[in-house]
């Protein structure tokens, strides 16, 4: 609309009381309904409003909806209507607008005549034909009345030759305004077009062609003349084709000058007609066929002087050197461009248009630049802005937010240049900064808090805007100055901080370009720092099975304001203490947020029923939160209830255990009174707990001093129920043990050998004994129990051994010598029994120094040592002998022997019998496999005798034999020669030597690295195996195991024997639940078969793959079984996998969930009989060919295989140890409520579950 409508002035400042007037200015358009034809009868009316708008801060879209304040300040709008009827310019012109002349030539002239008609009833039409080239009109202007008729006689006037089509403009001639909307003048305001069409003829003349005698080129020679080209007569050759074939011509056969220069020109025939210039010096032409230089005649009226040829050559040089010198600077230029920027010839394999595209621009990054279309479309200066188009504009600035990049003042040239310049209203009008009245609402003391103040800019330039703020409240806002790009919006983060309490109310002024723009009213309310409890007491009551957990509740903290609310609890201390817990003991509480606290009470025998806690807010309100515990009424009783220690040892430790049986309807809490029990009886544990329906073990040591018989009782306190007693009784024992013999008497034992005495030890009591011996200050002795149950090892204390003996048992034991120098020995040790020391207290009764009554203490005589340390007299080359023969030796020749020698050198000064004892292996000597020259003989002092040991192996075994030395006839051993004869067949190891896999989900690829050590292989030899296949209860059969070889199969062979280790990698995946252990087999070229047992478990389970779900808690995603789901899910447990599409049995790899997170709600899955455990069989499956081996190497991938780890309980305090613990309650809840055919049973883990636990 105002296109049309416009107003002088539309804008401006109106003084108190002050008038002025206002100039409106009609300039309607044709508006045209493509349907309709505009008729003589077409006018159109306009009826539209003026509104007149005061200047200064508005709402529109960003007012304050919750204020109230400034409704009755408003002000009031002015509107005036205007109406007006616009007439269409209806001329029709008769032949048509589109008139064809009829041809003439230059000089002549064509006619046709157009009658102009004037369709308008209202209004007449005053017209003017512009000039056109080439055409006339008569008349060229003139004035047609409504509805009359005018005669205009339009000419073709050609004045150049060619075919013409040109528009003739007829112009409407009527009032128009100025541009100052001031007075009206007659000017053009409407175009009408006009097509001519027509043709100016040409007129053509003959050329004569002029034959040009000799041989010229085909179209001109020189003297640019026509030539005429007969083509039926004349070969199609080059103008050159006379001076190629010249040397073939015969016309000149005489002699050949020899003045003619080799490197004389050809000269063409009339090549140098109508020439006058002189032929150059330094040029040498010769005849085309004689070959004979041609006369250059030389006219002095025409040749270069000498002077003339000398200035010509300064003159050349002088250009040459000038172009020279010009050449080098351009060459420095560009060297010095280069070092500056260095073209870099390393190619990145970038080439062009191969579909490389510039990165989109992020809303950040866009430049602060006016566009053109913005340009274009902007506001004219004297237009009268409209509501649509203010909407438009305002809509347009909306979508080009600036959000980052606000400068706080003008810096380049442009923004300086717009952010000078004085606005109008009517600009400032085009800038919305609101709303106008900022609402912070209840804010706490001291808090930051934010609103955002938008500022919409529609003017195609920059603006300047400053607030001016002089609030200390405000003062935080990070800038008061923004310089907004053209047609742009953005906001302000208005930051506002108050310390005092109550109501804020201040306005605030801001600036456009330094022109005051309005204000805006900033409300608030500052309320101190609180927090409020859900509740002020909770009570407690047994939730779960579970024992520690069971009393628990939870208390909510709610914060209603604006600033993070940071609290404490504290417990307040009574006379018995406190038993209750809440976490977090202290943290934050967000705005506008809330935290759940977590009481829990401690259940025990002594644990206070009642307490408090403070919460305590800084810088805020303090609260009192009580708790309760309710522990309901229980009855207990014992199994047994009486327990006795009969033939209970003296001075040794004695348990026993009772039961304790929970038949109440509630966790029991027990103490066990001290008072009433004897010194030497003690029970633990003393204080604890009795679940629901189940029993607790009490372990009851009975340590006595003094033989005798004993009965007491021992009082159990049951919390919230009677006392129960427990009657003890039994009677005590002394040992009586005996040594036999208790002297040993070493005679010539050897340096470097060890000697062993045996004795026994006898327990002829009724209860048990432990013997003690001290040798801490004999080391070179030691006691041999031979592997006895009894035998007791400290670290500690590595001289002091201890032995267990049963009563009316005995025990074989040794006592060990083994000297390292020549010496004499003649002690005694003391022997210990159950602690007393009954060796020294037996020789004080033996020496009568003290009165003892007997059956006081055990009483045992001392054991006595004598030993004498001889010199070793004979010296051995090796006592240990290793013959190593390859199996393919064995197998080509029966007949294989290896000969090793025994060197003995006499080192004493008498001489030495020795011989060799076969008889611990006189099999392997009868048989030949073992062999010696000799087995008896004597050594003269410093003789030395050489003894050959054969080997001679019959079978692929190893073989080991034991040879012992004696020396003088003496029956204990001097040396033990050990033998040992290896056949190297070949052998497989395996690294490492079992394989375990961690159960996984279904369709969850685990993989482990394998090393395989072969050893004794002497020649290539490449490796096969067979994969067990595993046989459902469905009677499916699946092989779940895949082998692959990243380094082929195989085994290099060495001369000796040590071969490079194989690298193999095992995967494990299943589709259907499956659970085995079974042996991998690999089998070599020489049907040598090593087996490598596996065991692998894969389900969804929750109670089987636990530990694989707490370790991959933050990437997989799991999600809980739901029947309304259909058959998107596995069905298997309570815990699945999503479905992922089923692949070939014989595939390996397969494609598990993305990375994720898991979604564990255990509160969602239904309790479920009979998923805990899958049965299953195992079979054998056929050997694998090639062929298979290849497609099932090749048709896993490893980049999804999860590797194998062996995991045990997470680290207390991670993430994963808290899903753990999630798990094992849930598996305690279940196992309480379904476990137990009698009904519901408490159930913990792992103490319920032990082996030796009673149920």
């Known amino acids: 609309m105002t296109d049309f409508m416009s107003c002088i002035p539309n804008e401006g400042t109106l003084l108190p009381y002050q008038k002025i007037v206002i100039t409106f200015c009609f300039s309607p358009k044709l508006v045209v309904d493509i349907k309709k034809d505009v008729g003589p009868s077409h006018r159109q009316d306009y009826s539209l409003f003026v509104r007149f708008d005061s200047v200064g801060s508005k709402d529109g879209f960003l007012r304050d909806d919750n204020s109230d304040t400034m409704k009755s300040n408003r002000l009031q709008k002015v509107e005036l209507a205007l109406t007006g009827s616009g007439l269409p310019v209806i001329l029709q012109f008769d032949p048509g607008k589109v008139l064809t002349f009829a041809p003439c030539s230059m000089g002549e002239h064509s006619d046709i005549l157009c009658i102009v008609r004037n369709h308008s009833i209202s209004l007449p039409v005053m017209y003017h034909f512009q000039k056109t080239a080439h055409f006339k009109m008569d008349p060229e202007r003139g004035k047609i009345d409504e509805g009359c008729i005018q005669n205009v006689i339009c000419s073709f006037v050609p004045h150049q030759i060619g075919v013409f089509k040109v528009k003739q403009v007829i112009e409407i001639i009527g009032p128009v305004a100025d541009e100052n909307l001031r007075s009206l003048s007659m000017k053009p305001f409407h175009y009408i077009y006009l097509e001519f069409n027509s043709t100016c003829k040409a007129c053509t003349k003959k050329v004569g062609v002029k034959i040009n005698p000799g041989i010229s080129p085909l179209i001109s020679n020189p003297t640019r003349q026509f030539v005429i080209k007969d083509s039926e007569e004349k070969d199609d050759l080059p103008p050159v084709a006379a001076m190629l074939r010249s040397t073939m011509t015969k016309l000149h056969n005489h002699r050949i000058n020899d003045v003619s220069e080799k490197d004389a020109m050809i000269a063409f025939p009339n090549d140098r007609a109508a020439s006058l210039r002189c032929g150059d010096h330094h040029e040498h032409f010769r005849t085309i066929f004689t070959k004979m230089p041609r006369h250059d005649y030389m006219d002095p009226d025409f040749e270069y002087t000498d002077l003339e040829k000398l200035e010509k050559k300064i003159h050349r040089e002088y250009y040459r050197d000038y172009i020279r010198n010009l050449r080098n600077v351009r060459l420095q230029k560009e060297a010095q461009r280069e070092r500056k920027f260095p073209f870099n010839e390393v190619d990145i394999g970038m080439e062009p248009s191969s579909g490389l595209k510039s990165p989109s621009l992020s809303q950040s990054e866009i430049e602060e630049e006016i566009p053109s279309s913005l340009k274009a479309s902007s506001l004219r200066v004297k237009r009268l802005l409209s509501t649509k188009k203010i909407a438009s504009r305002e809509t347009e600035s909306l979508q080009r937010k600036i959000s980052k990049g606000i400068k706080s003042k003008p810096t380049t040239y442009h923004e300086k240049r717009d952010c000078s310049k004085v606005l109008t209203p009517k600009q400032i009008h085009q800038v919305i900064v609101g709303p106008s009245v900022l609402n912070f609402g209840n804010v706490c003391v001291k808090s930051t808090n934010t609103q955002l103040l938008h500022i919409v800019n529609m003017l195609p330039m920059y603006i300047l805007i400053q607030l001016d703020i002089d609030l200390e409240e405000l003062q935080k806002t990070n800038q008061f100055s923004y310089v907004i790009p053209p047609t742009s919006s953005t906001y302000i983060s208005m930051v506002f901080e108050s310390s005092t309490n109550g109501k804020f109310w201040k306005s605030f002024t801001f600036r456009i370009n330094n022109i005051p723009g309005g204000h805006i009213l900033v409300m608030a309310v500052i309320l101190p720092v609180k927090l409020e409890l859900s509740c002020n007491e909770i009570v407690l009551r047994p939730q779960t099975f579970l024992l520690k957990t069971c009393f628990r509740g939870t208390v909510r903290l709610y914060n209603h304001l604006n600033r993070p609310a940071q609290f404490e609890w504290k417990p307040v201390s009574a006379p018995r203490g406190i038993a209750f817990t809440i976490r977090p003991a202290k943290g934050i509480v967000d705005p506008y947020c809330s935290l759940e606290c977590e009481v829990t009470w401690q259940p025990g025998f002594s644990s206070p029923e009642k307490g408090e806690f403070m919460l305590q807010v800084s810088g805020g309100n303090t609260l009192t939160l009580k708790c309760t515990a309710h522990v309901g009424h229980t009855r207990v009783t014992f199994l047994e209830p009486r327990i006795l220690f009969s033939n209970s040892p003296q001075g040794l430790t004695t348990w026993r255990k009772a039961i304790l049986h929970n038949i109440g309807q509630n966790h029991a809490y027990f103490k066990v009174c001290d008072q009433s029990l004897l010194p030497t009886i003690n029970i633990v544990p003393s204080e604890g707990v009795i679940p629901f329906g189940g029993i607790t073990v009490l372990n009851i040591s009975c340590t006595p001093t003094v033989a005798e018989k004993f009965d007491t009782r021992a009082k159990v306190a049951i919390h919230h129920a009677n006392v129960i007693d427990l009657r003890i009784g039994g009677s005590v024992e002394i040992a009586d043990v005996e040594i036999t013999p208790n002297v040993f008497n070493f005679s010539g034992t050897y340096v470097g050998t060890t000697e062993v005495i045996p004795f026994v030890i006898k327990n002829r009591g009724v209860t048990r004994a432990k013997v003690e011996f001290n040798l801490k200050d004999f080391p070179l002795f030691a006691m041999d129990f031979r592997g006895n149950a009894g035998e007791f090892k400290n670290t ?407 590797k194998n780890q062996q995991f045990f309980a997470p680290e207390e305090g991670s993430t994963a140890y808290d899903y753990f613990q999630k798990v094992v309650d849930a598996a305690q809840t279940w196992f309480s409520l379904f476990g137990w055919p009698e009904g519901p049973h408490s159930l913990s883990i792992p103490e319920t579950i032990r082996s030796n636990s009673r149920v």
Not at 883 to 908: A, C, G, M, W
Not at 1091 to 1108: D, F, M, Q, R
Not at 1113 to 1120: E, G, P, S
Not at 1145 to 1165: E, I, R
């Open 796 to 1202: 500690e204390v590595p001289y002091m051994y201890a032995i267990e003996v049963e009563e009316s048992t005995s025990v074989e034991c040794g006592i060990a010598f083994s000297p390292v120098e020549v010496a004499t020995y003649d002690f005694s040790f003391p022997v210990h029994i159950n602690s007393f020391k009954a060796s020294e207290l037996y020789c004080e009764y033996s020496s009568k120094k003290k009165i003892l009554m007997p059956r006081v203490s055990p009483l045992i005589p001392p054991c006595f040592v004598q030993a004498t340390v001889l010199r070793a007299p004979l010296k051995l080359s090796s006592t240990e002998f290793v013959f190593k023969i390859p199996l393919y030796e064995l197998q080509h020749s029966k007949e294989i022997t290896r000969i090793q020698d025994l060197v003995l050198h006499n080192i004493s000064k008498k001489t030495v019998q020795w011989s060799l004892d076969i008889g611990k292996s006189v099999k392997l000597f009868k048989s030949g496999i073992f062999k010696f020259t000799a087995l008896i003989g004597s050594l003269k002092p410093d003789e030395t005798y050489t003894i050959s040991i054969h080997f001679c192996p019959r079978e692929p075994v190893t073989y080991l034999a034991d040879v012992a030395i004696r020396l003088n006839d003496n029956l204990f051993d001097y040396r033990i020669l050990s033998l040992i004869g290896e056949i190297q067949s070949p052998k497989i190891l395996f690294d490492p030597p079992f394989i375990c896999f961690t159960p996984v989900p279904l369709e969850i690829t685990a993989g482990v690295d394998i090393r395989i050590l072969p050893q004794n292989y002497f020649s290539n030899s490449t490796l096969q195996f067979k994969i067990p296949t595993a046989k459902l209860l469905d009677d499916d059969e699946i092989q779940p195991l895949t082998v692959t070889f990243p380094k082929g199969r195989v085994i290099t062979g060495s001369n000796t024997g040590i071969n490079d280790e194989l690298p193999c990698h095992l995967s494990f995946s299943s589709t259907k639940p499956v659970s085995f252990f079974a042996n991998l087999l690999f089998c070599d070229d020489r049907d040598n078969w090593f087996s490598l047992p596996v065991t692998a478990t894969a389900e969804n389970c929750i109670l089987t793959i636990y530990l694989y779900l707490a370790v991959h808690l933050d990437r997989q995603k799991v999600i809980l079984k739901d029947d309304k789901a259909g058959n998107l899910t596995k069905p298997r447990g309570s815990f699945l996998i999503p479905m992922i599409p089923r692949r070939d049995s014989k595939a390996v790899s397969t494609h598990f969930g993305k990375k994720g997170s898991f979604v564990s709600k255990f509160n969602d899955a239904d309790l479920t009989l009979g998923n805990l455990f899958v049965g299953m069989e195992i079979t054998r499956d056929r050997f694998d060919s090639d062929e298979s081996i290849s497609d099932r190497a090749n048709a896993g991938s490893l980049e999804n295989e999860e």
